[in-house]
């Protein structure tokens, strides 16, 4: 059974700070993994898909990376914003012919202006 | 980009009542969606995978009979709550994947369900 954790749960950062969000998972028979952010009452907005044979991807000050070996992703917020509080979460999707995408408990992060 | 749909985004009833929750993808079909359940501080938990023209996939410890699903066109799944109770109130979320694998999943924005 596929499990997601995320460092840290919870983050607070002053304005302009570069920081880093760490998602673990159990079974590295991965097919993608991707990154959401949630913000509160809301539903899930895609920030970045990583397929199993990439390393990383990038979007804008966001970067993810990949190291499906070691079973790590982090996500990199650069020059951060008080705009990027929010949730954010972690989800794996398994190889194979099975869709069910198992999520972590997200890490909640509050940049402070 | 790829849209998906939710409605209604919050809905409180009294316990006994259905409610029915629908999820659209507006601009791409859908062979399969995903319905998930979020409780406070916790995170996404997949309830079913509803399937276009057959029977939805439960996951283990979700009630069939309580939570219905239909999933009558390649647009739109609905979520049925039958006879709702105060322990269903939750955070109702549904995701759509476009055809082939490599694609995002899309979310919608939710609902919130409070049974008094």
């Known amino acids: 059974k596929q499990e997601v954790t995320q460092i840290p749960a919870a983050l607070s950062v002053p304005e302009g700070e570069n920081l880093v969000l760490n998602c673990s998972f159990t079974?590295?028979?991965?097919?993608?993994l991707q990154w959401f952010r949630q913000d509160p009452g809301k539903g899930l907005t895609s920030l970045l898909l990583?397929?199993?044979?990439?390393r990383e991807q990038t979007s804008g000050r966001l970067n993810a990376s990949l190291d499906k070996s070691s079973g790590r992703s982090t996500l990199y917020i650069a020059a951060s914003q008080p705009g990027d509080s929010a949730t954010y979460l972690c989800a794996v999707r398994p190889s194979g012919g099975y869709q069910k995408v198992t999520f972590g408990i997200g890490t909640k992060l509050q940049v402070i202006p | 980009g790829a849209v998906v749909s939710q409605h209604p985004s919050w809905v409180i009833c009294k316990s006994g009542t259905s409610v029915k929750i629908e999820c659209r993808s507006l601009?791409?079909?859908?062979?399969?969606m995903f319905w998930y359940r979020q409780f406070p501080k916790q995170s996404l938990m997949l309830m079913a995978t509803?399937?276009?023209?057959?029977?939805?996939?439960?996951e283990q410890g979700v009630e069939k009979d309580k939570f219905l699903i239909n999933h009558a066109s390649l647009t739109l799944s609905t979520l049925t709550v039958t006879s709702a109770h105060p322990e269903d109130s939750s955070f109702y979320i549904c995701s759509a994947t476009d055809t082939g694998r490599g694609q995002p999943q899309h979310f919608g924005d939710g609902t919130r369900l409070s049974i008094l």
């Open positions: 990583i397929q199993s044979s990439q």
């Open positions: 601009d791409f079909q859908a062979t399969t």
């Open positions: 509803s399937n276009e023209g057959s029977k939805a996939t439960y």
């Open positions: 079974d590295s028979a991965i097919y993608n």
